[in-house]
């Protein structure tokens, strides 16, 4: 029975030692499957990571780059508009050149017609007039003075002969090295009176020539004209007929 029992003992502890070796070959086929498992989930969490941060950087780099073509397409819009800028300023400038080769003729061709105004004109306040129209003369042959500028001082001389004849005016000047006061009507008629109320006249423009008056209610006019456009008189009718011949 001893005997039997050792027999049995002795299979049992065969039989527990090697179940007990398969278990621990189990228990490490495990672990070693473990590990490997764990090894492939952080290869596979590594490999996630990587592909959300390639996503991420891809949407990144696509958002950068339809910002980049907006901005090229804007950019493209403005290089072309300041092409199209620059052209037109060329031309501009193109234009501006034939004008200023057109315009200093023109200009020429004014301070011609006022100096020839002047001589023709009813000759009042004739060493201003004159002296004027020298300086524009000398003003276009001044480098330091804009076309522009020359041209605008052109158009104010004209203003100024074209504001003659709405005016009446009385100023003091000689005729043949004596001094009289004058009275200007318009640019029309022109009369002079001496300083001593003598010698009263008018310019005849048809003659060219300064006519004296005797008519003494037309010398009358003449110191009220003046008293009037000295503004010492309120502004009245003045008959003064003679303007081209002397009928009285």
Known sequence: MNKLFKTIFISLFLTSSLFSNEIDKSLDVIENTNTKLKTYQNKIDNEEYQREELLSKYKY??????????????????LQSQQEELKNMNQQIIDIENTQKNIFPLMLSMVESLKKLVEMDTPFLIEERTTRIKQLESNLDKADIKTAEKYRIILEAFKIEYDYANSIETYQDKINGKTYDFLRLGRTALYYQSLDFKNYGYWNNTTKTWEEIDNSNAKSNIRRGIKIAQKHQNVDFLNLPFLTSKDN
């Not at 780099?61 to 403005?78: D, G, M, V």
Request: no cysteine; aromatic share 6%; glycine share 0%.
């Open 61 to 78: 780099t696509n958002a950068e780059l339809k910002s980049t073509k907006i901005y090229n397409e804007q950019l493209r819009k403005i």
